[in-house]
């Protein structure tokens, strides 16, 4: 009922949430992958995106549509590799945010491990802008982490809105109490900026390495940090706007390897991540 090559465009959109994003990706024009939206809401009878010049939003059933694609391609893949036989073999050294650790990345990379046993996968988990370091010297083959500025590496897992963060009911008065990454760090640069061009006063109540340190510290009521909507850390609340805090814009998750581009099991790997991005979004 649902062709593949249209489940795929579908997906692609639903993660860029622009239909030139996911023309991108796919290597289509997006008329065509326009086309393809059209017909599998022909095939459905039903609508799945609302569009305005700004936004692309699902709806209800395009939501339903979301699972139902990823399992029709999911088992389309699998009878592919069943039938082809061909077994990859290698290593990929795999750096990723610690944004992901807590939502469905270790089942996607589990699933990718037992499809692909003879592939040796090591994992390290960062900061973005460190992971960048690491894949620039060599020592990582693929990562996926925010889109640094100024890079334009790397193909869109997916777009999201960033948000000021905190512990539910936190008072914030000036100068506002940031809690942040160690630099280098995408979201601290972006806040740090923000306020500057907000003419906001601002003070650092607490630094931290981890993704942990920063939730324990908002938990305490020591301020507030930055962080994407889609990925909110657990007990933590998007702040009021009543605050006045200004807005962060979005930030894009990229997966990129070497410049050279993924290849062998890094291009599987980032194949696999491009075709689940939905997957590892917490709020999905």
């Not at 939502?103 to 990718?112: A, G, I």
């Not at 706007?241 to 070497?258: C, I, K, M």
Request: charged share 25%; net charge positive; proline share 4%.
């Amino acid at each position: 009922m649902f062709d593949p090559v249209h489940l795929e465009s579908f997906l692609a959109v639903v993660q860029t949430r622009n239909f030139t994003e996911a023309g991108r990706r796919l290597g289509l024009q997006q008329s065509t992958v326009s086309q393809h939206i059209r017909k599998l809401e022909e095939s459905a009878g039903r609508r799945l995106f609302v569009r305005d010049t700004h936004r692309v939003t699902l709806t209800a059933d395009g939501e339903a549509m979301t699972g139902f694609a990823q399992t029709i391609l999911d088992t389309n893949q699998r009878a592919r590799r069943y039938f082809a036989g061909s077994q990859l073999r290698g290593r990929v050294r795999f750096g990723t945010s610690e944004d992901f650790v807590s939502t469905r990345l270790p089942e996607l990379l589990r699933d990718f491990v037992r499809q692909h046993a003879l592939v040796d996968l090591e994992l390290k988990v960062g900061v973005s802008a460190t992971l960048y370091e690491y894949l620039d010297a060599g020592e990582l083959d693929l990562v996926l982490a925010k889109r640094r500025a100024g890079d334009e590496r790397g193909q869109l897992v997916w777009r999201d809105r960033l948000a000021w963060v905190g512990a539910p009911g936190v008072k914030i008065e000036a100068p506002v109490p940031l809690i942040l990454f160690n630099p280098p760090s995408i979201t601290r640069t972006v806040a740090l900026e923000a306020l500057e061009r907000a003419g906001l006063t601002w003070r650092i109540a607490c630094t931290s390495g981890s993704l942990s340190g920063l939730r324990a510290a908002c938990l305490a009521g020591l301020g507030v940090t930055v962080h994407a909507r889609g990925l909110m850390p657990e007990g933590l609340v998007e702040m009021p706007a009543a605050l006045r805090l200004p807005e962060l814009g979005d930030v894009e998750f990229v997966v990129l390897g070497a410049r050279s581009g993924p290849r062998g099991p890094a291009a599987a790997l980032a194949a696999a991540i491009l075709a689940n991005g939905d997957r590892l979004q917490r709020s999905g």
